[in-house]
């Protein structure tokens, strides 16, 4: 039995296999104790990571919720929410000012830059954040380019992009939910910061998260995101090759799960034993390894091929795999040997302490890394009040002493941190304010230019001849008066 709590974290992650939420308070020392978790299966409206039945994902989500309020006692406010799936791409791009000779670079200049790439327009797609790369200074590359004097300044950016319908349809669940979107982040870093250490991401690495229907890669180096990609391919196309020896895929998953390598020498396959699929019938051994290996190399291939050349010999830290389809046998093999990189490591629990008493959580398989990365990340108390005494989690009745959450200012697009994403209400906010400012700016440039005008007219009607003369004709009377 759970008490009324006054302060906690929850988070939200949309699978393609899955929706899963989680509660989670944060303790002094660092670690999370996790307070409930709840998840419902979401193959039937999540494809790919993407939504594409809304009405049934904010079903899903009003239930999540609900079901999280009623092991915790409390009201939910509002949620962290997790951005990814097939429709996040990256693409890089370049701005640049030429400046007067020995000028200084400001924080100014910088923001001007990154506001023109914000402002690009890709069709179709919405950039939801931006990795800084680094920044041409004349010749010379720099991490931070203020307070040095150059004559050119370019910054060098990578946009990562979505659909710009998918990002829609994601806000337009929460909204058909009546749920509060606290803040979206970027699923893949969340993911990157819970799993990756410093010195991983410093000398230079390939994360590899292996989910339902995708696979996420995202390459580090020096800090610095260099490349994001999903590939539409991820272990249920493992289970639905092997459903095309005449099962079904229950039982392919089942078996995928029991006998499934995603590397085997030829030298350990037995040409005379078969697996079992029921009691009544069997598959030869070898037909379903070659079945197994053959999609698990099209998969780590299309990884490969998404590391970008000029950092494929720098990724001192190896590739780092995560997710549920990280825990198939001999995969750290299979990556070696098709990639060719030799320094490998399956990532099966986060670097975050964690406290739960929950099985699935306490397994460390990977499957719940990117959602308590989320919750890791949370950074603003999702707790109201104690829910009514008649157990109704959305009626009017409520018992005090529900903390008041905080507004938060809306931000604009330079100003957020790198994995934030803005949510559409903070966008709109973001773009009002915008433009009264605009507004504001204008008046005064208004006033300014009218005070001009007046000033030169005024000016200009002293200079008239006829001022002229008048003045004159005053001087000479006045001088006739003083010697009379």
């Known amino acids: 039995m759970v008490a009324e709590l006054k302060d906690f974290i929850v988070a939200i992650?949309?699978?393609?296999?899955?929706?899963?939420?989680?509660?989670?308070?944060?303790?002094?020392?660092?670690?999370?104790?996790?307070?409930?978790?709840?998840?419902?299966?979401?193959?039937?409206?999540?494809?790919?990571?993407?939504v594409y039945n809304i009405d049934k994902t904010a079903q899903c989500l009003t239930g999540i919720v609900k079901r999280l309020e009623a092991q915790l006692k409390t009201r939910i406010m509002q949620v962290f929410v997790g951005?990814?799936?097939?429709?996040?791409?990256?693409?890089?791009?370049?701005?640049?000012?030429?400046?007067p000779a020995d000028t200084i670079i400001t924080q100014d200049m910088v923001v001007e830059l990154?506001?023109?790439?914000?402002?690009?327009?890709?069709?179709?797609?919405?950039?939801?954040?931006?990795?800084?790369?680094?920044?041409?200074?004349d010749s010379q590359l720099q991490m931070d380019p203020v307070g040095i004097r150059a004559s050119l300044l370019e910054g060098n950016f990578l946009n990562i992009l979505v659909r710009k319908a998918f990002f829609q349809n994601l806000n337009s669940c929460f909204e058909a939910a009546g749920i509060k979107v606290a803040e979206m982040y970027l699923a893949p870093l969340a993911l990157a910061n819970a799993v990756l250490t410093e010195t991983e991401?410093?000398?230079?690495?390939?994360?590899?998260?292996?989910?339902?229907?995708?696979?996420?890669?995202?390459?580090?180096?020096?800090?610095?995101?260099?490349?994001?990609?999903?590939?539409?391919?991820?272990?249920?196309?493992?289970?639905?090759?092997?459903?095309?020896?005449?099962?079904?895929?229950?039982?392919?998953?089942?078996?995928?799960?029991?006998?499934?390598?995603?590397?085997?020498d030829n030298s350990d396959i037995d040409p005379t034993l078969k697996y079992s699929i029921d009691p009544n019938r069997q598959v030869e051994s070898r037909r379903f390894i070659e079945i197994v290996e053959g999609r698990m190399q099209e998969i780590i291939e299309n990884v490969s091929y998404q590391i970008p050349s000029e950092f494929s010999d720098k990724l001192l830290g190896g590739i780092i795999i995560t997710g549920g389809g990280a825990n198939m046998k001999n995969i750290e093999k299979a990556f070696t040997t098709y990639t060719h990189i030799?320094?490998?490591?399956?990532?099966?629990?986060?670097?975050?302490?964690?406290?739960?008493?929950?099985?699935?959580?306490?397994?460390?398989?990977?499957m719940y890394n990117t959602l308590l990365g989320l919750l890791a990340k949370g950074d603003i108390n999702c707790a109201g009040g104690g829910l009514s005494q008649t157990g109704d989690l959305f009626g009017n009745e409520e018992t005090e002493g529900g903390p008041q959450l905080p507004?938060?200012?809306?931000?604009?697009?330079?100003?957020?941190?790198?994995?934030?994403?803005?949510?559409?209400?903070?966008?709109?906010?973001?773009?009002?304010?915008?433009?009264?400012?605009?507004?504001e700016e204008e008046r005064l440039e208004r006033e300014r230019q009218e005070q001009e005008e007046a000033e030169a007219r005024r000016r200009k009607k002293e200079n008239s001849w006829w001022n002229r003369t008048k003045r004159k004709l005053g001087g000479f009377v006045e001088d006739l008066t003083k010697d009379e």
């Open 13 to 50: 992650e949309l699978g393609s296999s899955k929706v899963t939420g989680i509660a989670g308070q944060k303790k002094p020392d660092g670690s999370i104790s996790v307070l409930a978790m709840v998840r419902e299966d979401s193959s039937s409206f999540i494809r790919k990571g993407v």
């Open 83 to 99: 951005v990814g799936g097939q429709s996040l791409r990256s693409v890089r791009n370049s701005v640049s000012r030429n400046l």
């Open 114 to 137: 990154m506001d023109a790439n914000w402002n690009l327009d890709y069709p179709d797609q919405k950039i939801l954040d931006v990795a800084e790369q680094e920044y041409r200074v």
């Open 201 to 264: 991401k410093r000398s230079g690495c390939a994360l590899v998260d292996i989910g339902a229907d995708t696979t996420t890669v995202s390459v580090f180096w020096k800090n610095v995101l260099r490349h994001l990609a999903v590939i539409p391919l991820g272990s249920n196309n493992v289970t639905k090759d092997i459903a095309s020896l005449q099962m079904e895929e229950s039982d392919a998953e089942q078996m995928k799960l029991k006998y499934a390598s995603a590397y085997t």
């Open 342 to 366: 030799e320094r490998v490591r399956v990532a099966k629990f986060v670097t975050t302490t964690i406290n739960s008493g929950n099985d699935q959580i306490k397994a460390h398989n990977g």
């Open 407 to 439: 507004e938060r200012k809306a931000r604009q697009a330079h100003e957020t941190q790198q994995g934030v994403i803005r949510t559409q209400q903070e966008e709109q906010q973001a773009a009002e304010e915008a433009r009264l400012k605009k507004e």
